[in-house]
């Protein structure tokens, strides 16, 4: 599968960027799903801990309070559009907010 990671305009790799905000051992595991994400199929989402969002809006949650939402393009290529550690409240709707602007922008 074809892993896009959505960037700012000066090419910052946001999902990257925000792992390695991360704890070594959460990092760690972001890492390896985004490994996996490349090395496998659209099948192969099974596998993870992954949740239907809204619409094409999906995500993935891993250590209990980390979210990186995606979008399918087709079977063979995904798009990571945001990724933040679960929060209450405003900051929780901020977060959805901003991974739904980012999947309009991809459509």
Do not use: P
Request: with cysteine; proline share 0%.
């Amino acid at each position: 599968m074809k892993v896009h990671s959505y960037c700012t305009h000066g090419g910052k790799d946001l999902i990257l960027e925000f792992l390695n905000t991360l704890r070594s051992e959460e990092k760690a595991e972001g890492l390896y799903i985004l490994e996996q994400l490349e090395k496998g199929s659209f099948d192969d989402l099974n596998k993870l801990d992954i949740k239907h969002f809204e619409g094409k809006l999906w995500e993935i949650k891993f250590r209990k309070f980390n979210r990186i939402f995606y979008m399918l393009k087709d079977n063979e290529n995904i798009y990571l559009l945001h990724a933040c550690k679960k929060q209450k409240n405003a900051a929780e709707s901020m977060d959805r907010n901003l991974a739904i602007k980012r999947s309009k922008e991809v459509k």
